[in-house]
């Protein structure tokens, strides 16, 4: 049966279980899903969890979604791209798990001025740059990525390829070293010709950019990467909760407490 996801949490589950009712015919092709009220009852979950299962099956194509008309079965296997949904260093880190990562090379160099910028560091500084392809299932390529570590952390990054999960979370436990906090940013971009043969697609693909940046106590920088996602391989959701002034929460609190 196919899985949707491995994911731990609550709404990836739920998620996974209406995947699964599909495949048994539950929920048959072209056929409208219960409502968020019904499906809240169903799975004995909060509105909330059912929302973001119905937007991690409408990111991967199994459902779309109409207002005023509902939620429909569109296809039952899901579409070849990866979903990335964050709130957390620790989402991003887990978000690798399962690609391997096949190193291609691995240099050192002095960075010149346009990467260390994008870096973080000054021009010329020395860095391991580590490039490969991070492929999952039977090799399938999703990203080519470009790692940067600095010289003084070269020695924990020889042997990168073959290696599942974060390349980040593995130095970082090879240096003794505690990911504190992490720094990206997204472009989009058309592949030129080298990236697009390294990646198998045509030259001038669009393509997703990311740069991010893992630092350690005291801002010291343990690695920057640079990934490279063709189209339709890759969506990213960025999930953020908005803190209300403590003293709100505080008044919230002491009405509850008079009611």
Same mark, same amino acid.
């Given at each position: 049966?196919?899985? @949707?996801? *491995?994911? %731990? ?36 979950? %909060? ?9 991690? #099956? ?9 207002? /005023? ?50 870096? /973080? ?6 860095? @391991? ?29 020889? +042997? ?9 979370? @593995? ?8 990911? *504190?906090?992490? +720094? ?6 058309? #592949?030129?010709? +080298?990236?697009?043969?390294? @990646? ?15 630092? /350690?106590?005291? *801002? ?11 189209? +339709? ?27």
């Amino acid at each position: 049966m196919t899985q @949707l996801t *491995d994911r %731990s949490p609550l709404y990836a589950q739920v998620a996974q279980e209406i995947l699964n009712r599909i495949h048994r015919g539950d929920y048959t092709l072209g056929a409208l899903l219960p409502t968020e009220h019904e499906l809240c009852e169903a799975f004995g979950v %909060s509105r909330v969890t059912i929302r973001g299962a119905m937007k991690e #099956l409408e990111l991967r194509g199994i459902i779309s979604r109409q207002p /005023g008309v509902g939620t429909r079965v569109e296809r039952t296997t899901p579409r070849d791209r990866f979903i990335h949904e964050s709130s957390s260093v620790e989402d991003v880190l887990q978000f690798t798990q399962e690609m391997r990562f096949r190193q291609t090379s691995a240099t050192l160099v002095s960075v010149n001025e346009e990467t260390a910028l994008a870096i /973080g560091a000054r021009a010329s500084a020395k860095f @391991l740059r580590i490039e490969g392809l991070r492929v999952v299932g039977g090799g399938e390529t999703i990203c080519h990525s470009t790692h940067f570590v600095p010289a003084r952390f070269a020695a924990h990054a020889t +042997d990168f390829d073959g290696q599942k999960g974060s390349l980040a979370a @593995l130095l970082a436990s090879r240096a003794g070293i505690e990911i *504190d906090e992490l +720094d990206q940013s997204l472009e989009a971009i058309n #592949l030129d010709k +080298d990236e697009a043969a390294l @990646l198998g697609v045509r030259e001038d693909e669009a393509a997703l950019a990311t740069w991010r940046r893992y630092r /350690g106590e005291g *801002d010291v920088l343990l690695i920057a990467t640079r990934s490279l996602f063709p189209k +339709d391989r890759y969506s990213y959701s960025l999930r953020n909760r908005r803190e209300r002034p403590a003293i709100e929460r505080r008044a919230q609190r002491f009405a509850g407490r008079r009611g």
